[in-house]
């Protein structure tokens, strides 16, 4: 598994990443999508720009949602965006328990855009880093290039929270997670029915023990 800095990065709850592992991580196994085998937990310290703060009643943290794809910023309109609100972390509601092909209860996902988030991974050099600084820093403050500061906080790989001991041979009988069109793996339960809130509740429940078992304190 790659490591990459702990900006331009999409991030979730941890609702919202079993989602985007069920739907778009082990629904393209052997290999997984974007060879993915871990579920990194993150410590998030933010403050949000002014201009954020002020854009509501209830004075919100988050500005709208971006997708980070390889580190750059894939959706229209971000230029525009980090002028209005400064390179302020992002969020948005992805699934619920009610309704939707994938039924986690209040899944969440975030964006925190760094450095040069037009540019992808590997050509953030020059200009940008000068004219888009981004939002990371050490101790977040709200100005607009100083909104979060993001640190490691451990992890769980795919294959043990599922109970894969060996992916390999796992592929190598044809064996597969999950399978969009079917709604249900070969050789393989873990992922099955994410239309049923009580399976997608127990899946997050095995989750968040395994995480608290590996890191108790």
């Given amino acids: 598994a790659a490591n ?30 974007y060879d993915i085998t871990r579920i990194i937990r993150l410590k998030a310290t933010m403050r949000a720009t002014w201009e954020v703060y002020t854009s509501g009643a209830q004075h919100p943290m988050f500005m ?7 580190g750059a910023c894939s959706g229209p309109g971000c230029p525009q965006m980090w002028a209005k609100w400064g390179f302020n972390p992002g969020c948005q509601y992805v699934t619920n328990a009610n ?27 020059g200009e940008c880093e000068r004219t888009e600084p981004g939002g990371s820093c050490a101790a977040p403050t709200g100005a607009r290039d100083c909104t979060y ?62 995480f608290a078992s590996k890191y108790p304190n």
Avoid at 8 to 19: P, S, T
Avoid at 64 to 70: E, G, I, K, N, S
């Fill in 99 to 125: 309704s939707g092909p994938f039924r986690y209860a209040h899944g969440v996902w975030y964006s925190f855009p760094g450095k040069c988030p037009s540019r992808k991974i590997g050509q953030k050099v």
């Fill in 4 to 33: 990459y800095a702990m900006e331009n990065v999409d991030a979730g709850n941890l609702a919202g990443v079993l989602y985007y592992v069920n739907h778009e991580v082990v629904s393209v196994s052997c290999p997984r999508h």
């Fill in 149 to 210: 500061k993001l640190e490691y906080a451990g992890e769980v790989s795919i294959d043990e929270l599922t109970g894969i001991p060996d992916y390999g041979a796992f592929c190598a009988q044809h064996r597969r997670e999950y399978l969009l069109d079917s709604g249900h793996g070969t050789g393989f339960s873990w992922w099955d029915a994410p239309t049923d809130p009580g399976r997608c509740a127990a899946r997050l429940k095995m989750a968040e023990d395994l």
């Fill in 64 to 70: 709208p949602f971006v997708a980070l794809d390889y």
